[in-house]
């Protein structure tokens, strides 16, 4: 409904996430990929409470999320 309306939506599994995150931290473009996922209106975030996270994914998520 809010893509229809015209909202930016970003879908993306909580693991595909994660791993694009630490990947992206690795390469030094953390602050890139976090900028992405935040310019999008809407985060839809699948498996979220169900995949378990280490504490670096955590950590990295929750700078998309903060």
Same mark, same amino acid.
Not at 41 to 47: A, F, G, S
């Given at each position: 409904?809010?893509?229809?309306? #015209? ?5 993306? =599994?909580?693991?595909? %996430?994660? =791993? &694009? ?9 953390? #602050? ?14 699948? &498996? %979220? #409470?169900?995949?378990? %996270? ?13």
């Amino acid at each position: 409904a809010a893509a229809q309306r #015209g909202h930016s939506v970003r879908f993306v =599994t909580v693991a595909q %996430l994660a =791993t &694009e995150l630490v990947e992206a931290r690795d390469a030094r473009e953390l #602050g890139r990929v976090v900028a992405r996922y935040n310019r999008a209106e809407v985060l839809i975030l699948d &498996e %979220l #409470g169900y995949v378990p %996270l280490s504490r670096v994914d955590a950590e990295l998520l929750f700078r998309v999320l903060g």
